[in-house]
Nanobody, 125 residues
């Protein structure tokens, strides 16, 4: 019964920044890893960034490392994706996700139990 809700998507020019938020609600939330995925039309859903609930360890896709930062506020059951130096190729629907069965940060979407509805991020050139 836990639900995740993303917010913060929108339209931004290349080189700009955007911050996405994900909030868990609707039940007892217990997660080992919180993550962000994205999916552009015609593409597979791809892992963007993940963070460990326990120690804050992070992992990023090569395409976003050094530009994006994932963070979390455990007490609020909330996590964020700070996106800087945005590029047109970052345009996609961004989904937050979480899993409650392993501490390992995995990139496979099928390993995540909880998903948000997605928020559109559009980067203009």
């Amino acid at each position: 019964q836990v639900q995740l809700v993303e917010s913060g998507g929108g339209l931004v020019q290349a080189g700009g920044s955007l911050r996405l938020s994900c909030a868990a609600s609707g039940g007892t939330f217990s997660a080992y890893v919180m993550a962000w995925f994205r999916q552009a039309p015609g593409n597979e859903r791809e892992f963007v960034a993940g963070i460990s609930w326990s120690d804050g360890t992070t992992y990023y896709a090569d395409s976003v490392t050094d530009r994006f930062t994932i963070s979390r506020h455990n007490a609020k059951n909330t996590w964020y994706l700070q996106m800087n130096s945005l590029k047109p190729e970052d345009t996609a629907v961004y989904y937050c996700a979480a899993e409650d069965h392993t501490e390992e940060i995995r990139v496979a979407a099928g390993l995540y139990n909880y998903w948000g509805q997605g928020t559109q991020v559009t980067v203009s050139s």
